[in-house]
């Protein structure tokens, strides 16, 4: 007998397939969202507040979920757009997580009108190696016009002193400094103060995401 966990999965399969149909096979060519970031950085709680879906980020026992395969939502605003979940990237397991993902893109490339990346990060985890990987791989498949199409995301602001709020603070200026040369080209930072602050998600345009008009830079399969 199946789980519930089970149940739920297939019900998010079942969605990011209705969806996909939605994109390949609806009137008009669709507004995507594509989430990006490190495993744990609260990728898939973000899609759960910005189109009111569940089972992405928890599973029925209230256990964490890692996002493995690409997963799409949607949501209407004045628009309609479609968000997609990703993979994590983790050091070792990158060339595979970058290959999902643009295998992922590659599938709707052609029914695509705008794009708008956010890159989700935890405001507390350290800087390594791979948070550099990641910025180049938006790079590579971006380009520069893009950029002012990418919203930096910093999760994780729940704080009980005021020292923690101080460190996160820091931390958030060593992240700023990391991304520099995108933000001095026209990308966005946010902070989500706490999970509830994500109620400022129905401007899907949000934070300053404001999807373009730009191809994303992704060979063809």
């Given at each position: ?82 968000t997609m979940d990703t993979p994590g990237f983790d050091m070792g397991k990158e060339v595979d997580t970058f290959y999902k993902i643009i295998r992922g893109i590659q599938n709707i ?113």
């Open positions: 007998m199946a789980t519930s966990s089970t149940h739920r999965q297939g019900s998010i399969d079942q969605r990011t397939q209705e969806c996909l149909s939605l994109i390949k096979n609806g009137n008009n060519q669709a507004n995507v969202i594509i989430l990006l970031g490190r495993t744990g950085a609260g990728k898939s709680s973000l899609l759960e507040d910005i189109t009111g879906a569940d089972g992405h980020s928890m599973d029925a026992k209230g256990d964490d979920i890692t996002t493995e395969e690409i997963q799409i939502e949607f949501t209407m605003d004045e628009r309609q757009y479609f490339r052609d029914h695509i009108r705008t794009w708008g990346i956010l890159y989700v990060t935890k405001i507390d985890s350290r800087i390594e190696t791979i948070d550099e990987k990641l910025l180049e791989f938006i790079r590579c498949f971006s380009g520069k016009d893009f950029v002012p199409n990418i919203t930096f995301v910093t999760t994780h602001w729940n704080w009980h002193h005021e020292k923690e709020k101080m460190a996160k603070n820091n931390w958030l200026e060593k992240r700023k400094e990391l991304w520099r040369s995108y933000l001095d080209n026209g990308a966005q930072c946010t902070t989500m103060v706490g999970w509830a602050a994500m109620v400022l998600t129905p401007k899907i345009s949000f934070a300053g995401t404001t999807i373009g008009t730009q191809s994303l830079n992704v060979p063809r399969a």
